[in-house]
């Protein structure tokens, strides 16, 4: 099974971002199980993890079987808009963190934040989403 690296030095900030990764999946599980759209990847410090994580398929597979309840792949597909999956993040996990307003190389956009931190809302930019299902869903995901 995938482990993310220990909290402690170089590694802190992928332990951490593959644990917000576990959390966007249970949420990806959770819309797929519905018939709901994927949710947007819009952080480019999460999906930075993701494409790590991914590098191996075998653990990619377990890691998103064990937390989205099924297997779920890293797909392409640009847009902008509104960001449809906070509101079951927060009651999941509670408000976003400072890390998904956080681009690949560690720029945190502060105006974001700060919209999302007084309006509850996101609206951003992504290139990816998660999909996956049919045969591959698994009873119940990780909690």
Known sequence: ?????????????H???AGRARRF???????????????????GAIDAAWHRLAEDI???????????????THVRGAGTGHITWVAAYEEAFGPLPEVWF???DGTVDSAAHNRY?????VWASW??????????????PAR
């Open 25 to 43: 999946f249970t949420i990806a599980g959770r819309q797929l199980a519905a018939g709901d759209s994927a949710p947007e990847m819009f952080s």
């Open 102 to 104: 956080t681009n690949g």
């Open 127 to 140: 290139n990816c989403s998660p999909a996956g299902g049919g045969d591959d869903v698994c009873a119940e």
């Open 1 to 13: 099974m995938f482990q993310p690296p220990a909290p402690g030095g170089a590694h802190d900030h």
């Open 117 to 121: 931190r007084e309006t509850g809302q």
């Open 58 to 72: 075998d653990a990619h597979a377990e890691f998103t079987t064990v937390h989205a309840g099924r297997r779920l």
């Open 15 to 17: 332990h951490y971002r």
